[in-house]
């Protein structure tokens, strides 16, 4: 640690400096853990009020099981006070953003699936993720969004293959209980291809899934409670899923 700090009024003024070098740093949040690598300055990026920034390297992230979900990422630590007036001892607004981390294997997700019911098969993707943390409360609201441009996607029996995009706002998130409450979710598949029992393969299919609010629960499998809307190319996977099933 390299520092060189000046106060006032309880206040860290604008030129002084606060360096690290090889520094750890782990979060947790929802039960899952963050950790990152700290080589760089604190950034003063607004004095009213007092906004701060570091840049993180290497960040892993893993599971509520420990299972390793992303690595190598880098991201970004904003501190910013939530009054003009508050000084250095006054907690801060804590907010993690981390855009187009690479997700090398989207299989380490089916554990947040039921099983039987949908699962990820080989395929890459890009993780964007903001959390903020409010202080004092114990809650925090987030922005994941997860978006795979070729996935294998296995629906109940039938597998199909073609571009998803996962995306959902997260509210009033109790970080103790992991009990969140989710807006706006979707999860839209887009050229996507599956075979028929009879016939040609289809392509270019689309499927999109929206629940508008519902409740959640942090867990493995996730549980959500919400009413959801469902939008379709055609009927064509519905009846290739009940086609596999018999005559």
Do not use: C
């Given at each position: 640690?390299?520092?060189?700090?000046?106060?006032q009024?309880?206040?860290?003024?604008?030129?002084?400096?606060l360096?690290?070098?090889?520094?750890?740093?782990?979060?947790?949040?929802?039960?899952?853990?963050?950790?990152?690598?700290?080589?760089?300055?604190?950034?003063?990026?607004?004095?009213?009020?007092?906004?701060?920034?570091?840049?993180?390297?290497?960040?892993?992230?893993?599971?509520?099981d420990?299972?390793?979900?992303?690595?190598d990422?880098?991201?970004?630590?904003?501190?910013?006070?939530?009054?003009?007036?508050?000084?250095?001892?006054?907690?801060?607004?804590?907010?993690?953003?981390?855009?187009?981390?690479?997700?090398?294997?989207?299989?380490?997700?089916?554990?947040?699936?039921?099983p039987?019911?949908?699962?990820?098969?080989?395929?890459?993707?890009?993780?964007?993720?903001?959390?903020?943390?409010?202080p004092?409360?114990?809650?925090?609201?987030?922005?994941?969004?997860?978006?795979?441009?070729?996935?294998?996607?296995?629906?109940?029996?039938?597998?199909?293959?073609?571009?998803?995009?996962?995306?959902?706002?997260?509210?009033?998130?109790?970080?103790?209980?992991?009990d969140?409450?989710?807006?706006?979710?979707?999860?839209d598949?887009a050229?996507?291809?599956?075979?028929?029992?009879?016939?040609?393969?289809?392509?270019?299919?689309?499927?999109?899934?929206?629940?508008?609010?519902?409740?959640?629960?942090v867990?493995?499998p996730?549980?959500?409670?919400?009413?959801?809307?469902?939008?379709?190319?055609?009927?064509?996977?519905?009846?290739?899923?009940?086609?596999?099933?018999?005559?």
């Amino acid at each position: 640690l390299d520092a060189q700090l000046k106060l006032q009024d309880g206040q860290l003024l604008p030129e002084s400096r606060l360096a690290f070098e090889e520094a750890e740093l782990r979060l947790v949040a929802l039960g899952h853990q963050i950790d990152a690598r700290l080589d760089g300055e604190l950034q003063q990026l607004s004095n009213a009020p007092p906004h701060r920034r570091l840049l993180l390297q290497r960040v892993q992230m893993r599971g509520p099981d420990g299972e390793l979900l992303l690595s190598d990422a880098g991201a970004q630590l904003d501190l910013v006070q939530a009054n003009p007036t508050d000084t250095l001892f006054d907690p801060p607004v804590v907010s993690l953003t981390m855009t187009d981390a690479a997700i090398p294997d989207l299989q380490v997700f089916n554990r947040y699936f039921p099983p039987g019911a949908l699962s990820l098969g080989d395929g890459s993707a890009r993780l964007g993720m903001g959390l903020t943390v409010v202080p004092d409360t114990g809650h925090a609201n987030g922005a994941p969004r997860l978006e795979s441009p070729l996935a294998r996607v296995q629906v109940a029996d039938l597998p199909l293959r073609g571009a998803v995009l996962i995306s959902a706002t997260l509210k009033d998130a109790d970080l103790a209980s992991r009990d969140v409450q989710v807006e706006d979710l979707r999860v839209d598949l887009a050229k996507v291809k599956f075979p028929q029992r009879e016939g040609p393969a289809v392509a270019n299919w689309w499927l999109r899934v929206h629940v508008p609010k519902a409740r959640a629960n942090v867990a493995m499998p996730l549980l959500l409670d919400g009413d959801a809307t469902l939008a379709m190319s055609d009927l064509r996977l519905v009846l290739a899923l009940f086609g596999r099933r018999g005559n």
